[in-house]
T-cell receptor, first 112, second 111 residues
Framework: SAVISQKPSRDICQRGTSLTIQCQVD?????MFWYRQQPGQSLTLIAT?????????ESGFVIDKFPISRPNLTFSTLTVSNMSPEDSSIYLC?????????FGEGSRLTVL | DAKTTQPTSMDCAEGRAANLPCNHS???????VYWYRQIHSQGPQYIIH???NNETNEMASLIITEDRKSSTLILPHATLRDTAVYYC????????????FGQGTRLTINP
């Protein structure tokens, strides 16, 4: 299995600001995924981040709002830009390792 | 869109077997059935997966019907710590490795 660390674990932000969430994995992985979980809802895939190429975004998510970096095989960041209260969610990093997908504990973001 | 249908919620008594159904009538031959669960305020946890044969591991058993259009996750001796949302997901064997989550089943284990 893979051990995934996310930072910050939670934060409270003001609308109009941006926040960058970090995802660190304890092993090299090819595929990393970013999910959003709005209050009381299921998980929604934001994008797939592969090292050495631009992230692939799902319908309804755009790079300007959720820029992603993937500088190496163990690290990725997701930025939530120009935040509004509707962006209040848990953001989760996921990686594929040994054939399975593993998840971090998430970053709980509250936008006031 | 999620390709699975699950009951919204279920209850089970502690110590009894919890049987969680899932319908995936449009599943294709190259798609696995995966089960994950999410305990409150935690990230999803992998439970088990299968293609067409029944599977068992230390956490659960997965029973897949012969036509592969439905499956059942069995927690043989449910404990209070098994209270969680359980997600049934179909995923391609090859190609995109992403998971598309449905709404899942909220399982409550009662003492």
């Amino acid at each position: 299995s893979a051990v995934i660390s996310q930072k910050p674990s939670r934060d409270i932000c003001q609308r109009g600001t941006s926040l960058t969430i970090q995802c660190q994995v304890d092993s090299q992985v090819t595929m990393m995924f970013w999910y959003r979980q709005q209050p009381g809802q299921s998980l929604t895939l934001i994008a797939t981040a592969n090292q050495g190429s631009e992230a692939t975004y799902e319908s309804g998510f755009v790079i300007d709002k959720f820029p992603i970096s993937r500088p190496n095989l163990t690290f990725s960041t997701l930025t939530v830009s120009n935040m509004s209260p509707e962006d209040s969610s848990i953001y989760l990093c996921s990686v594929r390792s040994t054939g399975e997908l593993f998840f971090g504990e998430g970053s709980r973001l509250t936008v006031l | 869109d999620a390709k699975t249908t699950q009951p919204t919620s279920m209850d089970c008594a502690e110590g009894r077997a919890a049987n969680l159904p899932c319908n995936h009538s449009t599943i294709s031959g190259n798609e696995y059935v995966y089960w994950y669960r999410q305990i409150h305020s935690q990230g999803p946890q992998y439970i088990i997966h299968g293609l067409k044969n029944n599977e068992t591991n230390e956490m659960a058993s997965l029973i897949i019907t012969e036509d592969r259009k439905s499956s059942t996750l069995i927690l043989p001796h449910a404990t209070l710590r098994d209270t969680a949302v359980y997600y049934c997901i179909v995923r391609e064997v090859q190609g995109a490795q992403k998971l598309v989550f449905g709404q899942g089943t909220r399982l409550t284990i009662n003492p």
